[in-house]
């Protein structure tokens, strides 16, 4: 089982930094994103597909090779290797697809 120690006091750096900002008047004025606009389906659809999208490449890129690295016992090669036929699927994929 692996413990990783956290640093509690880097999250209360952090909230002083953007508290910094936002007194320098860095902050945005408006945000980037109008929150009206999930009033409509196909928006709010396509945003949630984009969050589920983004999450599955950052499991697969990120997440597995840490897994088989740590919990596995994999070198990093063997790790990279596990990638390596999602990486041909893809190529073949964005040759089909235009």
């Known amino acids: 089982m692996v413990f990783v ?8 750096r952090g909230r002083l930094c953007l508290h910094g900002l936002d007194r320098l008047g860095v902050a945005p004025s408006e945000p980037c ?19 589920y999208a983004g999450t599955r490449l950052y499991s697969t890129t990120v997440m597995i090779p840490q897994f088989l690295q740590v919990q596995l016992g994999y070198p990093a090669v063997k790790a990279g290797e596990a990638l390596a036929g999602g990486g041909i699927i893809m190529i073949c994929c964005c040759r089909s697809s235009g």
């Open 5 to 12: 120690s956290v640093d509690h006091g880097s999250s209360h």
């Open 33 to 51: 994103r109008d929150i009206h606009l999930f009033k409509k389906r196909k928006f709010r659809d396509g945003d949630v597909l984009q969050l």
